[in-house]
DNA sequence: CTACTTTGGCAACAGTGTTGCCGAAGTGCA
DNA sequence: TGCACTTCGGCAACACTGTTGCCAAAGTAG
């Protein structure tokens, strides 16, 4: 690492703290003793950092026996960025600020039969729309795509159904047109960065609702960013129940992709050993569980059976937040979330169980979470 | 990220390449282009690292065309770590050199039964047999016991049957008494760093037998430390077939352990919905139907059921290497190995499916490799 | 023997975070 | 009201990073 790596770090290092302190911001010596960074260092990074225009005073906390501190707080519309999902038959664009709020969106359906290129100009016009009229800068665009496909090359794998998709190179193209960075992932990823940028976006108000915040604030020292605080970054699984089954791991501060991007492979856990043949070759894999139950309407069974495969998951990887997706989901939110809840709990090897709740957002919120996550020092 | 930590990171980047480029070494314009820093910084660094004794000279690669390259290698006997197994009836240490190969080791029974003082005392005696003498500096001590465990607090959980142990602070009790860092970890996890280290041993010959090694070796471009070369560093997983099942995941570069040192819960996957109950209170546990297969010898069973359970966790994590460790397994590793990998065979949905291997290093090599981790910049 | 390529050190440099110092802006007490 | 005390945060000098420009050393190729 070099000296400008060293100081992007620690420019994202302020970034993301302020930005899990939310509008009530924090003071430049709270700065200084998350980071580990010294007060001076600290002082010469924010004011880097405010002439960016991407933080700005917020007032002063309450004093604790001598000057009080200045607070410093994110300024969430010096940057946005745009995520796109890219499904089957629709493709969602959102613009997002730094706060991860949704500012712009739009959507529609596509073809996704009618082969990559078609769905580049849809991908093109779609950011165009949420993200062409004048605004601040975008950092750049993430793409949710279903199906395997190669997130460090950028290269869409084979789509069950489309083969004319294999091997197209959707983040190199996108670049080209858009000149912006890309990113590419599949949408169990962006799920789950959407469920991991919830708690962070959960600190911040509304977008378009923070007339008059945090003047005056009593900021305590446990105030917001739990990010650096004891324990580290949560440990939290998306599962998506739709056609097929997915998930999407956020493991340690960041999506989990695995060596060749196929991590995540959820549908095709074998929960019933010699049980019903699956269509990947195996027998009594949760997809096969899950959807036949589905399809004879027994939807608690199905949440039984996910519910089931999540609890291997959150023993084997020490979750903490299970989030649900996709429409059969959708379909029947209340039934899912019990269900799993319930195997959960009755599963839990430590008191604290996880938390099992709907996902919030949606993919292409997560989408626009990862093109963000360069600013904050993630790496995805 | 402060300026010394800058250079401990440079380092230890340095350090890592040189490890995996084994005896033979590596030019200094190479390790520029492999760090991404200047040559005349990697000229500093080498300089420095030189003086610490950590790498040497090691004669020169043939010329490209120009001057020939001076290759540097690491000293393995620069610094050396030491492991400890503290197993339920036995006790293990090892003492390694920076190349992970043993150099010296120890082992004995112990009675896990008389508590946690008694132990502290044969770690120590343990400890002082293997690194007590004349020789090179220790790093640390790594210590991987049984059960659950706080890494982060060096705190041991409640193991079953020995109830004296819950809560006790190994970890900070051990540096108290022998003056060096010590590293506390499920045993399970040593075991997946003892697997993960073997793939860079790999490119060291046995202690000892390094007479006379590269003078003049022809070394292109393409030759050791994997480590950064591209795809990153591989996945693989340690599973351990013993009293218990239990997993050690070694993921993106480091042991993965959760946000409580939870993770690697192996053998309470459910891999037979709705089963015969197992202690933990679920039913059909891998725990419980493998160990009923070994009860009544149906070994090939047994193995068929951990591949089962194994491949679950290829698919769900993208690994690349599965090892197998544990007395079940030492009994018959044919057997284990063969079974397994006919399941990953069977069920993998790349071509490209894992590697399957007898797990060649045991838990305290493991132990001395997550003492030796900090040197080479991982976490652990 | 000469031209060329490549390695790698020396010296000056730009840019980090750090240290020592001090003014500013509050609180608390006599 | 006045004064001591605490805390915040900026200024200047500093130590230490990696970087740039330059050049000697040590090979190959003709």
Redesign the pocket.
């Known amino acids: ?4 790596a ?2 992007g ?3 994202a290092l302020v970034l993301e703290l302020l930005r899990g302190a939310g509008p009530a911001g924090l ?4 700065l200084a003793v998350r980071t ?6 600290v ?6 950092l405010g002439a960016d225009g991407l933080i700005a005073e917020a007032g ?1 906390a ?10 410093l707080r994110l300024v969430p519309d010096a940057r946005h960025s745009v995520g796109v999902q890219l499904d089957r038959d629709e493709l969602r664009a959102v613009r997002v600020d730094l706060a991860g709020r949704v500012v712009a969106e739009s959507s529609g359906p596509i073809d996704f039969a009618a082969g990559p290129e078609a769905a580049v100009e849809a991908v093109v016009r779609a950011v165009a729309r949420v993200g062409g009229q004048a605004g601040p800068p975008l950092v750049g665009v993430g793409v949710a795509a279903p199906g395997p496909l190669d997130h460090r090359a950028g290269v869409m794998g084979r789509v069950t159904g489309f083969p004319s998709w294999k091997g197209f190179p959707l983040k190199g193209v996108l670049e080209g047109r858009l000149g912006l960075p890309v990113l590419l992932d599949k949408d169990t990823n962006a799920g789950a960065a959407a469920a991991a940028g919830a708690w962070l976006r959960a600190t911040w108000p509304e977008a378009g609702a923070e007339a008059g915040v945090a003047r005056g604030a009593d900021v305590g020292p446990g105030a917001g960013g739990d990010v650096l605080a004891g324990g580290g970054p949560r440990t939290c699984v998306y599962l998506h129940v739709g056609t097929g089954l997915g998930a999407g791991l956020w493991l340690g501060g960041g999506v989990y992709r695995g060596v060749r991007s196929a991590a995540g492979e959820f549908g095709h856990q074998v929960l019933l050993l010699d049980g019903p043949p699956c269509r990947c070759g195996a027998r009594g894999c949760v997809e096969v569980l899950c959807l036949a139950a589905v399809a004879r309407g027994d939807l608690p069974e199905a949440a039984r059976i996910v519910g089931e495969a999540a609890a291997n998951l959150v023993a084997l990887l020490d979750v903490d937040r299970v989030l649900l997706g996709g429409r059969v989901v959708a379909a029947a939110p209340d039934v899912f979330v019990a269900g799993v809840g319930a195997v959960l709990a009755a599963r839990a090897l430590d008191p604290a169980r996880p938390v099992v709740a709907l996902a919030g957002a949606g993919v292409a919120e997560g989408a626009a979470e990862m093109a963000l996550a360069p600013l904050f020092g993630r790496v995805g």
Chains 1, 2 share one sequence.
Do not use: C, F, V
């Open positions: 690492m070099n000296l400008p060293l100081r770090h620690n420019d003071g430049r010596t709270e580990g960074l010294t007060p001076q260092a002082s010469k990074i924010t004011a880097r002063r309450a004093s604790t026996g001598g000057k009080p501190r200045t607070l």
